[in-house]
């Protein structure tokens, strides 16, 4: 076991890993993190996906040794600073786009890098770019739209929701 | 009226705490001292179990004991909730499923040895010391072949593979052939549906926890029903009473049937924890997901079709092999039979009907209820069946089905498959999606298409569903081994904000937005007034769980009724504060008012005198304010509707493209339309995903092919449009108090056919009319080689 400092959602943290443990069991055994969720075992899911250093990654396919001094953030770390949904996560919210909620982090993390570097997407750009992140509840549909709304953009009809 | 009341497209509640990663899932609960258990699976489909040996396995590192069949022979054998009696009145042939195989291995993935361990790590690096010696069997796969008298037998207990020979309505047979001998045209069909695995996004997980200062055992289990498992694994497999077991089904990521059933994984870790007196934790890996959760369909079907000279619908017979797998998970019997059979009229007016199904044991994982169960099996036969009939006979296959269909004046009308719909209206459903899919507009995209070098095809279905399962004498006579109610205690507050206690449970569903809109709509309060709290045997009244789209309108109906009493006591308690007559109270608005004067006591004046009864009626009425509800259903509810898939063809490589879906949904009331319209999207998905991606794959050796997300194809965001959805041809269920039908399943029934349909049509169109069917999935590789083969 080996001593492992990075900075995760701002703040310094620290714990123990041996050379196998992937960063998603370290931010969720370790650091108790559970937000970040592991789907399946061959990187194809995508419900694990994190940023390190700015980038989406699938937190699965990485040693948590990897990760030591890096800046990573996860689901928990997303809301804005006063607790309140980020205009992303409320989109999601607003357009129904998530159901059991299990792929959500990773679809809310994975989307997030999109619109960083790509501030308008277009429809297909979005499913591209979400190719890596599987639901299983929502035919993508929702998603698609709360990415859309997201960035400003107009979305297919459907019903519009109320709090 | 509350805004936030039936009828209203609230933002889900739940999303809250999911959208910022403070769910809690399964696998998200640790507790203090917990133990790891690792699963060593069988890697033969079908062989001798000679012996385990677990000595050098045992010393390793963090070994705290490894389990072996030996373990549970004393042990009840996982119970199977349903039991089917065949054509001659006989049972069906049902074997033990032991926790752990003993003598035998029958899949692979079949459960032999469980190490567990202080970590994980130090439980996978102890199995690789469990030495296991295994004389492998030739395996039982195809359903014909194991059929045959000389099969290797999956069980030797039994008399053959066949868990039964089921006619339905056996008394129609004969009446049913004559009507083929003596009919005008007959269409027939071989099809196969093809075996799913429903991969839910979270894996299963269970907690086994023991408490000796109280003698109780806790299960934390992704289960979509954890009343039903406490009843199961409790009296069944581990002899544990009711009262000393707790079984919690926290946040689950996702059910679509597979995590219905009881799994030997719980049963393990509940025993393993009171053997060792410390929680013992299971997490599936996705792969081992792949060889233990129960898969879903595997049909093979012979449907044949007989019409008159003016293609009336004259009879229908059905020819079915079901694959049971290697054990009979909880639910596997009915699927193929009760809520198969009964569909196969679907929404037309055939009169004579005769269905067989012979179900198969295999050496394969065990095969029960994926969304749908059943009624996707019937519909698509149907529906293809249909859809070959229109083109054979050179009509339109909308006007052939809408000759057929059941017309709107004639509800309730009884099917010759025994149940009774008591709404619908098939034509205006039909209409309805005729236009939401510019169905006018199609011959001119086609051409476009063909400019392009393209074939573009269109093809509908339209679906009738059985739901809200359902009349518990009804299902008895059927052969279900539990009554199909649903229980719900409504707890008023002394403030006013109430919580409700539900058996159903959701797990994606939004029941906590939901089925507070009722009770807020019912007393005129906010929803945001109003918790849903389920999930917890320890909490919640009897419950038996949320599958076959009866969440709402079964559970809904039990927080209905239990509203129900809670309204009339609060009435009973403002008529003594307004010193009035009961008959005079009205409720609105939150506010009890006399009719007629302008007298009123609001909602938390009630409350709070049913709490602190200083001026209360205590000679007549119980201080408090809370009632418990169970509701028993009077016949199944009947969504339906019509489909419309437009796809695009590529000739040169037989990919298929989905250019367009559509979906024109009669579920009688809609409680929360932006729910409804997603679990329509989400069916929809899964169905495009059977139509033309997932299959799980076994080669001549019983190995599964498609054994992990690499290999097996799930629908992804590119492989699907975006959706239209209208629900708005609704005719409200006349026998629940709110009218509802069911959603949940409508798109995994309904797109199948319509993908498959229009992909036909596609072909035809480019001439390639040769090709009467594909079977699913409709991979490139497969339309390619039936174009070369056309």
Redesign the interface.
Known sequence: MTKLTMTVNGRKMSGTAEGRTLLSDFLRQDLGLTGTHVGCDTSQCGACTVHIDGLAVKSCAVLAMECEGAEVTTIEGMANKDGSLSVLQQAFQDHHGLQCGFCTPGMVMSAAALLQDNPRPSETEIRHHLEGNICRCTGYHNIVKAVLAASGQPVPEGVTATD | MP??GIG?????R????????????T??I?LKGQLYAHFIRSEVAHGQLNSVSTTAAEAMPGVVRIFTGEDFVTIGSIPCGWQVTDRFGAPMQEPRHPVLAHGKVRHVGDPIAVVVAESL?EARDAAEAVEIDITELPPVLDMKAALAPDAPKVHEELTSNLCYDWGFVEENKSAVDAAFASAAHVVSLELVNNRLI??????RVAVGEYNAWDDQSTLYTTSQNPHVIRLLMGAFVLGIPEHKLRVVAP????G?GTKIFHYAEEAFVTFASRQLKRPVKWTS???EAFVSDAHGRDHVTKIELALDAEHNFTALRTDTYANMGAYLSTFAPSVPTWLHGTLMAGNYKTPLIYVNVKAVFTNTVPVDAYRGAGRPEATFQLERLVDKAARELGVSPIELRRQNFIKPDQFPYQTPVAVVYDTGNYHATLDKLIEISDHAGFEARALESKARGKLRGFGIAHYIEACGIAPSHLVGQLGARAGLYESATVRVNATGSISVFTGSHS????HETSFAQVVADMIGIPATQIDIVHGDTANTPMGMGTYGSRSLAVGGSAIVRATEKIVNKAKKIAAHLLEAAEADIELKDGKFSVAGTDKSVDWAGVTLAAYVPHNYPLESLEPGLEETAFYDPSNFTYPSGGYGCEVEVDPETGEVTILAFSAADDFGNIVN???V??QV??????G?GQALLEHAVYDDQGQLLSG???DYA?????H?P??R?DHSSCTPCTHNPLGVKGCGEA?AIGSPPAVVNAVIDALHRGGYTGIKHIDMPLSPARVWAAMQNS
């Open positions: 805004k936030d209203a497209p609230t933002k889900r739940e999303d809250l705490r999911f959208l910022t990663g403070n769910g809690r899932y696998d998200d640790n790590a429903a991969n839910p996004m979270e894996p946040d689950v990521g996702g679509f890996t996705r792969m797990h994606g569903q939004g339309p932006l729910i319209e997603g999207h989400g069916g929809i998905g899964q495009i992990s997300l690499m799930m629908p992804r965001a590119l699907v975006f959706f959805v798109g």
